[in-house]
């Protein structure tokens, strides 16, 4: 490992932040914390932190000996100065001769000498920050080191790498017990640059930012060097000769974890994936011993909270039967839900006070031959899971190339997962009516679909965008986040291939919202049937071919699901030549009653809205001052021209789909959005 560190770099940061009033100890210290939470083989996701030792004038101006260290919540790769909340040390070291302090006290007694009150909680390993001695010192879960640490043989391997330069802390869970034993290991032998925190990662301190930074690097590099020897690879299973694709497998993996809701009938708990794979991930997934070193818990305790302690193991999709590959996955899920209740119900008996379970759902399910899966309540969070997973891989990859790998006992990852500071890491937001599921929507980057896209990502769903226009949909997404797909409704290829995508991306879809549309206009006693067949393309098959295709997954994956249909006023309140756009609606007002006639029973629902005079919808800016004018009305008149006298917005249209998506007791419905219209009223 390579150090980062730039002379130049530290300069320009401490000279831009020197203008704000920040002293050169905490921009440095910004600097380091910075280049250490950039590299995921050093920090991943809030693990890791750091620390300085300095002076500053509190809030009356009065100079204070302070630790400033890492805040909660903040993510190393980014830290501001902010980050680094500044705590009185002599309270932190008084706390030094007491025999036992709890957390909760731990929390309370930072919290009450902090400079700022409203700073973050510093963070949960701040006591071992303050009980040891060095200027600067840095924490990292370094991959490499705990490859060496995590074997029956770690300590001996740690000794014959670092010899006396790094001292050997035995693992104790984070806390006041873990700081305190730190502090002794160190006292012992202060000339040690740093510390070896057994099955947990590595301190290294120094007297400025750049030396206990270089030291980091120095340990991690020893590290490295030492797992390159290694030379021992996995060696392979025998596979199916034909695999199933992460598309194919995603919405059976996603429907097999989904939970159904004890207290709302319908209601689902479902997680969205995130899909990994490449040589280091085949090459560990297709291991013949896979189900052993896969299996012994994760490689450093705070990964928990991220991964509970093992990933779910799944069998090779064999694409020539993939039924057997479905039963097996449900079989494999329901074990691992048991097995976690277990365990949390044999741990939760011996301790006091009692915790309450977490979903006993997996975060990782590994897949041989294909990949890894990333699973959680968000995208974010599949993706957290997956990064971590993808460095267990690492870390486990080369303590078996050299020795064996070993975690922690159960009953020490049980505390961390369940010990009350690493839950407030996760936060307590209440979560939103659509979270953990999928909406694609077509037809996005029209304003009624982006008006919908917005709803649902308000409402907390993951985002598949559909449309036509690439450039687009592509501005939609990111602005909203969520998925792109260039996609023509009316080619049958480009919609299978757009699930496949979505598919891929999350692991199936729960909403489609089948949106895109066009209006023909024209006489209909002369119309051309070339006309009226595009119309029926768009306007009516294509609802078809989305629909099909989403029942087709939502089946897969076996947690119902909700398609929404885009119809019209026109479907049953016809106006003048608008019957080639109107027609093909109101099959498609049927096909909505059709598909909630037949999929009732595996808990689909199909409802559709009818809009009526909706701006930047079919009504482009020239349709409206024609028809205005047309009625001898103003535009603004035109627009207004309904019962209530009131303007539809595209707003108003994707409130309706959003109550849809959320009416778990509605099927065969139609919501009309037009302002009143008693001619378009459904009888
Ligand atoms: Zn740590």
Not at 267 to 281: H, K
Not at 558 to 583: D, R
Request: with cysteine; net charge neutral; proline share 5%.
């Amino acid at each position: 490992m390579k150090s980062r560190w730039r002379d130049a770099e530290a300069k320009s940061l401490t000279s831009r932040y020197a203008q704000q009033g920040i002293a050169a100890d905490l921009a440095l210290r910004v600097y380091t914390s910075r280049l250490l939470g950039q590299d995921p083989k050093l920090v991943l996701h809030g693990g890791g932190n750091t620390s300085v030792k300095m002076r500053m004038p509190d809030l009356l101006g009065e100079e204070t000996e302070v630790l400033c260290v890492k805040g909660s919540g903040w993510d190393m790769a980014e830290i501001e100065p902010a980050g680094l909340p500044a705590v009185r040390l002599k309270p932190l070291l008084q706390m030094k001769t007491r025999t036992h302090l709890s957390d909760e006290d731990i929390v309370r007694l930072q919290r009450a000498n902090l400079l700022d009150p409203s700073a973050p909680n510093p963070s949960v390993e701040t006591l071992l920050h303050a009980f040891l001695p060095g200027k600067f010192i840095d924490h990292t879960h370094a991959t490499a080191v705990l490859s060496l640490t995590d074997q029956p043989e770690g300590e001996k391997l740690c000794r014959e790498v670092y010899g006396g330069r790094l001292g050997l802390v035995p693992y104790i869970m984070p806390g006041f017990d873990l700081a305190k034993k730190a502090a002794r290991v160190f006292e012992s032998d202060p000339a040690v640059e740093g510390l070896v925190l057994l099955k947990h990662g590595i301190f290294t301190f120094g007297d400025s930012a750049q030396q206990a930074y270089e030291r980091m690097i120095a340990a991690v590099t020893a590290a490295e060097e030492r797992l390159a020897r290694g030379r021992r690879t996995f060696s392979a299973a025998i596979l199916p000769k034909r695999l199933a694709p992460a598309a194919e497998i995603a919405p059976i993996l996603r429907g097999a974890c989904g939970l159904k809701d004890d207290k709302v009938e319908g209601a689902w708990r479902r997680l969205i994936c995130e899909f990994r794979s490449g040589p280091e991930v085949l090459h560990y997934v297709n291991g013949k011993e896979l189900s052993r070193y896969s299996q012994l818990g994760v490689v450093t305790p705070d990964h928990t909270i991220r991964t509970k302690n093992l990933p779910m193991l799944l069998p090779a999709p064999d694409a020539a039967n993939m039924a057997q590959f479905r039963k097996d996955v449900h079989e494999a899920a329901k074990t691992f839900i048991d097995r976690y209740k277990a365990y949390f119900t044999s741990h939760n008996a011996r301790i006091e006070p009692k915790k309450r379970p977490l979903d006993p759902l997996p975060r990782v399910a590994l897949v041989p031959g294909v990949g890894l899966f990333g699973l959680g309540r968000s995208k974010k969070d599949a993706r957290i899971a997956a990064d971590i997973a993808e460095n267990a891989i690492a870390v486990i990859t080369d303590a078996e190339s050299i020795g064996r790998f070993e975690s922690l006992p159960e009953k020490d990852l049980f505390a961390m997962e369940y010990w009350s500071l690493e839950q407030a890491k996760l936060g307590k937001e209440t979560e939103k009516p659509l979270q953990g599921q999928v909406a694609l929507i077509t037809g996005a980057a029209g304003a009624i679909g982006a008006a919908v896209a917005r709803a649902f990502k308000a409402a907390g769903a993951e985002l598949s965008l559909l449309d036509k226009d690439t450039a687009a949909v592509e501005k939609l997404a990111q602005s909203l986040g969520g998925l792109a797909v260039t996609c023509d409704v009316t080619d049958g290829e480009s919609v299978s291939t757009a699930f496949a995508r979505t598919a891929e991306i999350f692991g199936g879809v729960d909403i489609a919202v089948s949106n895109a549309g066009a209006a023909w206009q024209g006489d209909i006693a002369e119309l051309e049937d070339d006309v009226l067949r595009q119309s029926f393309e768009l306007n009516f098959f294509a609802h078809q071919r989305v629909a099909q295709a989403a029942v087709r997954m939502m089946r897969a994956q076996g947690m119902g699901g909700c398609l929404l249909f885009n119809v019209s006023k026109q479907a049953v309140n016809p106006g003048p030549e608008f019957g080639p756009y109107g027609m093909p609606k109101a099959a498609t007002l049927l096909l909505m009653r059709q598909y909630a006639l037949e999929c009732g029973k595996d808990g689909i629902r199909a409802n559709g809205v009818n809009a009526d005079r909706v701006r930047g919808g079919l009504l482009t800016k020239e349709m409206i001052a024609a028809r205005a004018k047309a009625r001898g009305l103003n535009e603004a008149d035109y627009m207004r021209g309904n019962l209530l006298g009131r303007e539809v917005t595209a707003e108003d249209v994707a409130a309706a789909f959003l109550y849809h998506a959320t009416a778990l007791k509605t099927t065969g419905d139609i919501t009309t959005v037009d302002g009143g219209n008693v001619a378009a009223a459904l009888r």
